[in-house]
Each structure stands twice: as C-alpha cells, then as structure tokens.
C-alpha cells in the first residue's frame, strides 16, 4: 500500500519568509508525527498528533512553529520567519502501533 | 528526561561478519523497543521490534532485550555491503511517542 508521503521533497527560502510543508500519513493510520533532522545528527521530535487528542507540542522549537491536522490525516508544518537554523531535513511519520513509518522528507534550506 | 544512548561509531566490519550494536535507555518505564535503519540521504526505515525480554530474530536480524539492564542489541548476522548504514535505536512507553538514540554507523567492508 501507499506509504507517507511529503511535499515538497525540497524547499530552499529565502530567511524572513513563511513556509508550509505537507505530509499524508499511511491510511488508517491514528497518529502523525514530525520530526527535524541537521545534516549528521539525530532526529528531534518536534509534534505528535494522536487521534483527536490535543496534540504533544513539547518539542517544537519556538513559536515560529505551528502544525495542523485537519480532518485526522493530512498535516502541515508551518514555519513563519524563517531563519538560517531553521534549515533542515524535516520528516513526517505516522503508526497504528508497532512502529513509525516515514515518509521521505522536505529539505529545507534557508538563504 | 529520557535518554537513549547509543555509540556513534563508525562500527566496521568484514563482509561475512556480525555486527553487534547496543543501545541503552533511560526510563524503566519504556515497554516498546524498535530498530531502524537509515542510508545516507533517506528516511529511516523499520527494521525489527521488540516488548519481551530475550532475543528475537528476523532473518539475519537479531534483537536482544534485557529490561533489567536497560539495554537492547541489534546483531545483523553475515552482514552484507548493503548493511552499511546508522541504525537508530528507539524506546517508548507506548507504541506511540518514542524517543531515538543518535544512531550507530555501520561499515560494512567488502
């Protein structure tokens, strides 16, 4: 089946602007999850949406960030003013237990 | 705050060979243990998971849990060239929310 999927695959901004990055989860899939990842380093959680929770906002970075899920499947990452430690490969992931799939990620990079 | 410690490596290894990876964790409250794997440039990819003390084995995937220890292994057994690659380690309370380790490189030499 369809696996998640995430748009675009790379974005380059220039710093100060706002950006939306897209993701749909596997299908049937209750929970969405986004995460940052730097050039050789970890992955950071940022957001995680379960069901119709309140969603887990305690890794996002700033107020800069802000994520939605609209009708429990498609999500948005918003960044607004944007700046040069925004850029990044960010990775959306969704589960119905027993793991996270991924999707392929949005490279961001920040002029 | 939790913690999921891994070395970073790089772990080389002879083509034929098995490469042994460990990672510890923090919470002893964590239930579910997972594997991933992520080639330079992709996404991370689910390879194994665990909830239950001792080993289980996928193909030549073998992960180990000793909750009394904390720690969770992964053995890739005849390790290929195509196993090069990080593979994170990651721990959860639940099968949802999971907190990664930093990964380990793997080399695999031909």
């Known amino acids: 089946g369809a696996g998640v999927s995430q748009s675009p695959s790379n974005k380059v901004t220039e710093k100060g602007k706002d950006v939306e990055l897209r993701c749909d989860p596997i299908s049937g899939h209750t929970a969405l999850y986004w995460y940052r990842q730097s050039l050789g380093q970890g992955l950071e959680f940022l957001i995680y949406f379960q069901g119709n929770s309140a969603p887990d906002k305690s890794g996002l970075p700033s107020d800069r960030f802000s994520a939605e899920r609209t009708g429990g499947s498609v999500s948005t990452l918003t960044i607004q003013r944007t700046q040069q430690e925004d850029s990044a490969v960010y990775l959306c992931a969704s589960s119905q237990r027993q793991g996270q799939y991924f999707g392929p990620g949005t490279r961001l990079t920040v002029t | 705050q939790k913690e999921v410690e891994q070395n970073s490596g790089p772990l080389s290894v002879p083509e034929g060979a098995i490469a042994s990876l460990n990672c510890t964790y923090s919470?002893?409250?964590?239930?579910?243990f997972f594997w991933y794997r992520q080639y330079s440039g992709k996404s991370p990819e689910l390879i194994m998971f665990i909830y239950s003390n001792g080993d289980k084995e996928d193909g030549r995937f073998t992960a180990q849990l000793n909750k009394a220890s904390q720690y969770v292994s992964l053995l890739i057994r005849d390790s290929q060239p195509s196993d090069s690659a990080t593979y994170l380690c990651a721990d959860g309370i639940n099968d949802y929310k999971l907190s990664f380790g930093a990964g380990t490189t793997v080399t695999v030499r031909a």
């Open positions: 919470d002893r409250g964590s239930q579910s």
